[in-house]
């Protein structure tokens, strides 16, 4: 669909019209839990009616059909066929349901990064409360490049295996949370499979955000939220696990009416879901009936994709729009703060940040526990070690209150940054206004410091 396009909506102010933004609220923070537009809205109302009227027909003799369009969406945007690919709750669920289905031995190894998501990391380390599995840490500090990042992780792999254990798995982001960037994921994929590691791809601002053709890309396991950056309802996640490794995967969280026992285990009740397909697989039918929950937003990616298609003008220009919105909201923010986005440290001029190749951007607050950086320079607060989590949360809160808006600050490396997150019915002049916000609220938090009010 092309940009002349008479039904397309323009991006920025009228695009948020079409959205469920509040008139009192200003959406900058859509990375954390995304929303959706009034059109999806309406689609996930009409589903929740049609199963409030019929309950029981609907659950267990609609929902696999309902569930079956969806598949075939998302899985037609990730390029994969739709037997490879079913819903879950969220990407921390996804990969742990992964990680819980994973036969591991006493001389395993789980790698995770640095900067590896906070639930992702807490859910591995309860895994190993009750397996006999070892954790190895890719260690580094942001800004870094992919190669040193790929690198340092070939270290950690080495390593391990100088210790005679065996790295079973790798968890790797598509897009760091916080801070945010792009990660290394299509060549850490690759380096995975030449290691003979499986690789579990924590993608979840990775759908609906950047191209995705996970057929090229050929994951072992990738799990990718649909309601951050898609556009549908909260919460949605396609889990895709490929063919070669759906034995594997006998379980859900919780355990399904499709739980897949062992060919030596005991025999369990037929699932009450009854579905039309003969050729569907017993994966597939594992996670069409998980617990009794609203899954009435895993049948809005279709409405999703069509809003994207017919209003917003199609995926490409999509991400377009929100690779140099972020791009230029960085810039507008650091120049204002007098700081620096988050890249590699040794860009060329000229030469594209490949940390920057995405819909999210981070920048610098002049917010410091090194004392040798902020000596003798009134621009940067100095805070004493162990005080950034309560100085961000100051500052996500004052900023709530006092501008309608919501801006993620995180601590990293030593200095406070905060994370950019560019959207459809956002545009430059959004990001000016947060700039004289950022600016605003770090002169009160130095004023209050300096009085002495800030109890921090």
């Known amino acids: ?21 509040g008139p009192n609220f ?13 059109a999806v809205r309406d689609v996930l109302r009409q589903y929740q009616e049609k199963v409030e009227e019929r309950p029981d027909p609907f659950i267990r003799y609609m929902t696999p059909k309902e569930l079956d369009r ?77 190669e040193e990042l790929v690198e340092r992780f070939l270290e950690v792999v080495k390593s391990a295996r100088a210790e005679r254990l065996n790295v079973k798995v790798a968890i790797f982001d598509v897009i760091t949370s916080l801070p945010a960037v792009r990660f290394p994921f299509e060549r850490l994929t690759q380096v995975c499979r030449e290691e003979g590691v499986l690789s579990l791809i924590d993608g979840a601002h990775g759908v609906g955000q950047i191209p995705l053709d996970l057929a090229q890309l050929q994951p072992d396991f990738f799990a990718s939220n649909c309601h951050k950056w898609l556009f549908v309802p909260r919460g949605c996640c396609v889990l895709y696990i490929p063919k070669r490794n759906q034995q594997l995967i ?14 030596d285990g005991p025999k369990t009740m037929p699932s009450i879901m009854q579905s039309d397909d003969p050729n569907k697989t017993a994966f597939e039918s594992l996670f069409e009936f998980v617990a009794t929950s609203d899954d009435t937003p895993y049948f809005c990616v279709p409405a999703a994709m069509e809003f994207r298609e017919k209003l917003c003008g199609g995926e490409e220009r999509i991400y377009a729009y929100l690779e140099t919105l972020a791009r230029e909201a960085a810039d507008i923010v650091a120049v204002a703060l007098g700081t620096e986005v988050m890249q590699e440290p040794d860009l060329k001029p000229g030469e594209e940040s490949q940390l920057r190749r995405c819909g999210m951007s981070t920048v610098r607050l002049p917010i410091t526990t090194r004392e040798g950086f902020a000596r003798g320079n009134e621009s940067i607060v100095l805070l004493s070690p162990g005080e950034g989590g309560a100085v961000v949360d100051w500052f996500q809160r004052r900023i709530t209150e006092r501008y309608g808006t919501f801006l993620p600050l995180v601590e990293h490396g030593g200095w406070l940054w905060v994370r950019l997150c560019a959207q459809v019915y956002l545009d430059r002049k959004d990001f000016e206004w947060a700039a004289v916000v950022l600016k605003e609220v770090r002169a009160q938090f130095a004023a209050e410091r300096a009085r002495g009010k800030s109890r921090l």
């Not at 006493?106 to 895994?127: P, R």
């Not at 969280?253 to 060919?263: A, R």
Request: net charge positive; with cysteine.
């Open 26 to 38: 200003l959406n900058l923070n859509h990375g954390s839990f995304g929303t959706y537009p009034l």
């Open 70 to 146: 969806s598949r075939e969406a998302v899985a037609k945007l990730l390029n994969v066929a739709r037997n490879e690919c079913v819903f879950v709750k969220n990407a921390t669920t996804g990969v742990a349901t992964v990680l819980q289905n994973l036969p591991f031995k006493s001389n395993d190894v789980i790698i995770h990064f640095e900067t590896v998501y906070g639930a992702v990391e807490k859910g591995i380390a309860s895994l190993v409360e009750s397996r006999t599995v070892h954790i190895r840490k890719v260690k580094y500090e942001m800004p870094i490049s992919h």
């Open 250 to 263: 006998r379980t859900t969280l919780p355990t399904s009416w499709g739980y897949i026992p062992p060919p």
């Open 1 to 21: 669909m092309g940009a002349s396009d008479t039904s397309l909506v323009p991006y920025g102010a009228a695009m948020r019209e079409q959205f469920l933004c």
